[in-house]
């Protein structure tokens, strides 16, 4: 169920169809550098991967779910 979610609510329309694993080979399997720099954790992701804006597009739908949902609980 959470996986189905974060489709809906975090990947673009054409992209929701696809199964999971498919989307763990286009988006989560990717070459990357995990950093850490002034109490932030950040991935840096080569500049010629070829689905960089899908996930960045999710990664950002991502962060301001948690932060809707932080705030509707205060």
Sequence with gaps: IVATATKVLALPEGWQ???MKTLR???IRLAGVVS???RQVGL???VGYMF????????YRILGLSSEIAISTA
Excluded at 52 to 59: G, H, K, M, T
């Design 25 to 27: 080979f286009r988006l």
């Design 17 to 19: 169809k696809f199964t």
């Design 52 to 59: 960089r804006e899908v996930f960045e597009d999710a990664w």
């Design 44 to 46: 840096k992701i080569p």
């Design 36 to 38: 850490r720099h002034a």
